[in-house]
DNA sequence: ATGTCGTAACGTTTACGA
């Protein structure tokens, strides 16, 4: 089963390269972010002719998520759980049955943060403190489960090319990556480090100042992976030839591939 | 170089978020 999570920056203006690339990488499951739209006005019918179901969680203007799937989507849950006055749409989750196994999917587009510091840094990491609490209870279901999206996080040093540009911002703050850690730490998998070591691996490149021309990248968009999820992983790749393209998002994905 | 995008709005340009 081929899952894979993609910052398309805006269903409407991304529809042709969505598409274009789901005809090629043909994955199962697409856990996308920044749809930018209601869930009225995210289209079904392209999705629907190649064989996809669609849930989304969306709002006017920003963030928004949606889960593309070929089989099909049960169980679909909206929100991130801990707040009840949050509503920016950044969380939805969903189960699919494979011919082995049931897979829970979680795909989140968490807060940029920007600027340090600000109410903004500290929605981030309140964000991500539920995001921990949502975490213990995936792993308490003791099922193959992950969480994939937009994590808005520069793990270590090697995922930025340039990490001294990123010293004073929120997806590269001691107090940023330490959420993440200690998320990782609680037994999650990190889907790509657990099968690809050193630099020079990114899956964002920002549209200012030739960023991709200068190959000055980040890698923010992560699977984490429950143990049985982990058990069950044969691949974890990234599309980076996406960005080139016409019209790209300044994301590329990030897919996996389980025995499931 | 405040450098580029995508979205929305009392739109032919500005504001915001990233």
Known sequence: MKIATFNINGIKARL?????????????????????????????????????NVATHGQK??????????????????????DADDDQARWIEATVVGPKHAIRL????????NPVPGPKYDYKLAWMARLEA???????????ALMAGDYNIIPQAEDAAKPEQWTEDALFRPESR??????????????????????????????????????????????LLTPQAADLMTDCQIDKDIRAREKPSDHVPVWITLDA
């Not at 203007?61 to 801990?82: C, H, M, Q, W, Y």
């Open 16 to 52: 042709g390269a969505l598409t274009d690339w789901l005809d090629e990488a043909q994955p199962d499951v697409a856990i996308l972010q920044e749809i930018k739209s209601v869930d009225e006005g995210f289209p079904h019918e392209p999705f629907a002719e190649r064989g996809y």
């Open 178 to 223: 330490a959420a993440f850690r200690r998320i990782v730490n609680l037994g999650f998998t990190e889907a790509f480090r657990a099968r690809t070591q050193g630099p020079g691996h990114y899956s964002f490149w920002d549209y200012q100042a030739g960023a991709w021309q200068r190959n000055n990248g980040i890698r923010i968009d992560h699977f």
């Open 61 to 82: 203007s920003f963030n928004g998520v949606a889960i593309l799937s070929k089989l099909p989507l049960e169980d679909v849950t909206r929100g991130l759980p801990g």
């Open 134 to 144: 949502r975490a213990r209870d995936l792993l308490a279901e003791e099922m193959p």
């Open 106 to 113: 979680c795909g989140l587009y968490l807060p940029n943060g």
